[in-house]
């Protein structure tokens, strides 16, 4: 059973950075796409950045581009996302995500596995 422990979230003042790591378990992912959503209180769950495990190609929303970098670590089983320059609109309850297969996903439709996620809270 595949199994995602997210990390690192919490409070944080506008303009600075957080580093969230999501601990995958209970499967070989090396023909994994893992990444990140969000979901900010009343909207909809949203994608943020992807990375595909095999060749480390990566993919951001356009919400978060240049402020974020999503890495693994394959030894720990482990991927992160990097987040600069927080702002308001980047408060909301992120979620590590897992597609059984190397392929892209922007959309929760794509997602096999989620985690529980994490609350990141930006203070103005």
């Known amino acids: 059973q595949v199994q995602l422990a997210e990390s690192g979230g919490g409070l944080v003042q506008a303009g600075g950075s957080l580093r969230l790591s999501c601990a995958a378990s209970g499967d070989t992912f090396s023909m994994y796409t893992m990444g990140w959503f969000r979901q900010a209180p009343g909207k909809e769950r949203e994608f943020v950045a992807y990375i595909r495990w095999n060749t480390g190609s990566t993919y951001y929303a356009d919400s978060v581009k240049g402020r974020c970098t999503i890495s693994r670590d394959n030894g720990k089983n482990t991927v992160y996302l990097q987040l600069n320059s927080l702002n308001s609109q980047d408060t909301a309850v992120y979620y590590c995500?897992?597609?059984?297969?190397?392929?892209?996903?922007?959309?929760?439709?794509?997602?096999?596995?989620w985690g529980p996620g994490t609350q990141v809270t930006v203070s103005s």
């Open positions: 995500a897992a597609r059984k297969s190397d392929s892209v996903f922007v959309r929760t439709g794509h997602v096999d596995y």
